[in-house]
């Protein structure tokens, strides 16, 4: 009579199960919705009747509108291996530049002074990121140091420009029809905030430019010796990035009706950690805006909960490091595992 022998587990099977679960988890992006979900959870319990209404899920969109818009172009830019930290800074500044022409020929017309504030926004910050791809591509100074330097230049112009005191939109106009128009239930200033993203996917998943930013940043010498124009492709997506802050920029001042030169300080890191989170890997040639749309969720989320469970406001920044330092190590796990297979 035979007689069945069990096996015990050998003793690091389970934790290599859970290895294998939690490498599973993070190099795909539907683990970014379930940190979602369970911080909007965690807050309504926190904050019960507060967090989880209408008025501040529609704030919510709202505040992540900007930061959108602004990391649409930041995932161009880190797929294609670089990055841009100045984003908040060329914010600001088109802002200023941007009111005050709308301010200048408010008087005259207000839909015209709307039409030139669009257009000297977005020129702006196009001109901004000529200038970072520039040094960038042909000079060859790294991007940590070039953005970190015009991050500085841009807002000292804009303080400069302004004495440092903000300056109030005179065109009520823009505020009614953008900062607080509504279509049916929806903000407009989130539906144009949808637009652009929907508009990011087209262009990256569709278009030669696309496939041109990973391919760039997946080999860029690689890319060069099958006929891609690097340096241009670089200056032009360093050109969308800063252009798209700009178009923020209006974004931001049709909201509040005035520039916020002491605010979007974090607009660059946010929008990083959420172009990351959202499954664009840091190192570049992986990624897409898809997932940047619900990873700059995050960060909006937590520092929302974070005001509603009485927290100081100080602490926003601190939540939005620790949520950094969260998106690269997870790139880094979905990027080794990458590698392994």
């Given at each position: 009579?035979?007689?069945?022998?069990?096996?015990?587990?050998?003793?690091d099977?389970?934790?290599?199960?859970?290895?294998?679960?939690?490498?599973?988890?993070?190099?795909?992006?539907?683990?970014?919705?379930?940190?979602?979900?369970?911080?909007?959870?965690?807050?309504?319990?926190?904050?019960?009747?507060?967090?989880?209404?209408?008025?501040?899920?529609?704030?919510?969109?709202?505040?992540?509108?900007?930061?959108?818009?602004?990391?649409?172009?930041?995932?161009?830019?880190?797929?294609?291996?670089?990055?841009?930290?100045?984003?908040?800074?060329?914010?600001?500044?088109?802002?200023?530049?941007?009111?005050?022409?709308?301010?200048?020929?408010?008087?005259?017309?207000?839909?015209?002074?709307?039409?030139?504030?669009?257009?000297?926004?977005?020129?702006?910050?196009?001109?901004?990121?000529?200038?970072?791809?520039?040094?960038?591509?042909?000079?060859?100074?790294?991007?940590?140091?070039?953005?970190?330097?015009?991050?500085?230049?841009?807002?000292?112009?804009?303080?400069?420009?302004?004495?440092?005191?903000?300056?109030?939109?005179?065109?009520?106009?823009?505020?009614?029809?953008?900062?607080?128009?509504?279509?049916?239930?929806?903000?407009?200033i989130?539906?144009?905030?949808?637009?652009?993203?929907?508009?990011?996917?087209?262009?990256l998943?569709?278009?030669?430019?696309?496939?041109?930013?990973?391919?760039?940043?997946?080999?860029?010498?690689?890319?060069?010796?099958?006929?891609?124009?690097?340096?241009?492709?670089?200056?032009?997506?360093?050109?969308?990035?800063?252009?798209?802050?700009?178009?923020?920029?209006?974004?931001?001042?049709?909201?509040?009706?005035?520039?916020?030169?002491?605010?979007?300080?974090?607009?660059?890191?946010?929008?990083?950690?959420?172009t990351?989170?959202?499954?664009?890997?840091?190192?570049?040639?992986?990624?897409?805006?898809?997932?940047?749309?619900?990873?700059?969720l995050?960060?909006?989320?937590?520092?929302?909960?974070?005001?509603?469970?009485?927290l100081?406001?100080?602490?926003?920044?601190?939540?939005?490091g620790?949520?950094?330092?969260?998106?690269?190590?997870?790139?880094?796990?979905?990027?080794?595992?990458?590698?392994?297979?």
């Amino acid at each position: 009579m035979s007689t069945l022998t069990e096996h015990p587990p050998a003793p690091d099977a389970a934790p290599g199960a859970l290895r294998r679960v939690w490498s599973a988890v993070a190099d795909s992006n539907g683990w970014i919705v379930l940190v979602l979900a369970g911080l909007v959870l965690l807050f309504s319990v926190l904050a019960p009747g507060q967090f989880f209404t209408q008025f501040n899920l529609t704030s919510i969109a709202i505040g992540t509108s900007v930061i959108l818009v602004i990391a649409v172009g930041q995932t161009f830019l880190i797929i294609s291996g670089s990055f841009d930290l100045s984003v908040g800074s060329v914010l600001i500044f088109a802002s200023v530049v941007s009111s005050l022409a709308m301010n200048a020929i408010a008087p005259t017309s207000q839909p015209l002074a709307i039409v030139v504030g669009l257009f000297v926004a977005v020129a702006t910050g196009v001109a901004w990121g000529i200038l970072n791809g520039v040094v960038v591509s042909v000079l060859r100074i790294p991007a940590l140091i070039t953005t970190l330097a015009t991050m500085g230049i841009a807002l000292g112009l804009a303080q400069v420009i302004t004495n440092g005191t903000n300056v109030s939109l005179q065109v009520p106009l823009l505020t009614s029809s953008l900062g607080s128009g509504r279509l049916g239930p929806f903000p407009v200033i989130v539906l144009l905030a949808v637009a652009i993203a929907v508009v990011g996917i087209w262009l990256l998943s569709t278009t030669k430019f696309g496939r041109y930013s990973y391919a760039i940043g997946s080999n860029a010498e690689a890319a060069r010796r099958v006929g891609i124009k690097v340096r241009r492709h670089e200056i032009a997506v360093f050109a969308l990035t800063s252009g798209l802050a700009g178009l923020a920029a209006f974004m931001s001042v049709a909201q509040y009706g005035t520039t916020a030169i002491g605010g979007h300080t974090t607009d660059s890191l946010e929008s990083i950690a959420g172009t990351i989170l959202g499954g664009t890997s840091l190192f570049g040639g992986v990624g897409g805006i898809g997932g940047t749309i619900v990873g700059v969720l995050i960060p909006t989320v937590l520092k929302n909960g974070l005001i509603i469970v009485g927290l100081q406001p100080f602490w926003q920044g601190v939540a939005i490091g620790v949520v950094l330092i969260a998106a690269v190590f997870i790139d880094q796990l979905r990027r080794r595992r990458r590698n392994s297979m």
